[in-house]
């Protein structure tokens, strides 16, 4: 009966240690590197130059190269409106500033391909800078007012478009 037990326990003994021989004393040091990434949404209006009024939904990713100036992808789809199956999407820069310690800014401008839903945008590239100011609520969480002005750079539509924005930071450990 004792053989019985004792052999098993020899072999996972015996089994460690060939493990432990197989591993390097020293753990090679990793490069890592920390990134600073945010995600917001927003929901916005976009008053067309003919007078009517698109509401839409969207969201936007940013990946920041250093403190304050960013790159990142963008979408947004109408919500309310006649125009049911308009959409946005593309890239933005842009750059942040903490000019108070709970207040915020910035400044970006979108790129992208827009149409959709009968509007005459006629080739569907949309070129919108945007101004936006917020408070911070938490280290990670904002909120903010945007204003800008949307041009479709080769249609006849352009206007001013508004948004309320909610924005949570992190980091990316690479």
């Given at each position: 009966?004792?053989?019985?037990?004792l052999?098993?326990?020899?072999?996972?003994l015996a089994?460690?240690?060939a493990?432990?021989a197989t591993?390097?004393?020293?753990?090679?040091?990793?490069?890592?590197q920390?990134?600073?990434?945010?995600w917001?949404?927003?929901?916005?209006?976009?008053r067309l130059?003919?007078?009517?009024?698109?509401?839409?939904?969207?969201?936007?990713?940013?990946?920041f190269?250093?403190?304050?100036?960013?790159?990142?992808?963008?979408?947004?789809?109408?919500?309310t409106?006649?125009?049911?199956?308009?959409?946005?999407g593309?890239?933005?820069?842009?750059?942040?500033?903490a000019?108070?310690?709970?207040?915020?800014?910035?400044?970006y401008?979108?790129?992208?391909?827009?149409?959709?839903?009968g509007?005459?945008e006629?080739?569907g590239w949309?070129?919108?800078p945007?101004l936006?100011?917020?408070?911070?609520?938490?280290?990670?969480?904002?909120?903010?007012?945007e204003?800008?002005?949307?041009?479709?750079?080769?249609?006849?539509l352009?206007?001013?478009?508004?948004?309320?924005?909610?924005t949570y930071?992190?980091?990316?450990?690479?």
């Amino acid at each position: 009966m004792a053989g019985a037990v004792l052999l098993p326990a020899l072999l996972i003994l015996a089994g460690g240690s060939a493990m432990a021989a197989t591993v390097p004393a020293e753990v090679p040091d990793l490069p890592l590197q920390k990134s600073k990434g945010e995600w917001a949404v927003e929901a916005r209006t976009f008053r067309l130059s003919t007078g009517e009024a698109i509401s839409l939904y969207g969201v936007r990713r940013r990946r920041f190269a250093g403190a304050n100036f960013y790159a990142g992808e963008a979408g947004a789809g109408a919500l309310t409106g006649r125009r049911g199956g308009y959409f946005e999407g593309g890239g933005a820069v842009g750059v942040q500033a903490a000019p108070f310690q709970a207040c915020r800014s910035e400044a970006y401008v979108f790129s992208g391909a827009a149409g959709g839903g009968g509007v005459q945008e006629g080739g569907g590239w949309l070129v919108r800078p945007t101004l936006a100011l917020g408070v911070a609520w938490t280290p990670g969480l904002h909120a903010a007012a945007e204003a800008g002005y949307a041009r479709f750079m080769n249609g006849n539509l352009r206007g001013w478009t508004f948004a309320l924005s909610f924005t949570y930071a992190f980091w990316d450990i690479q």
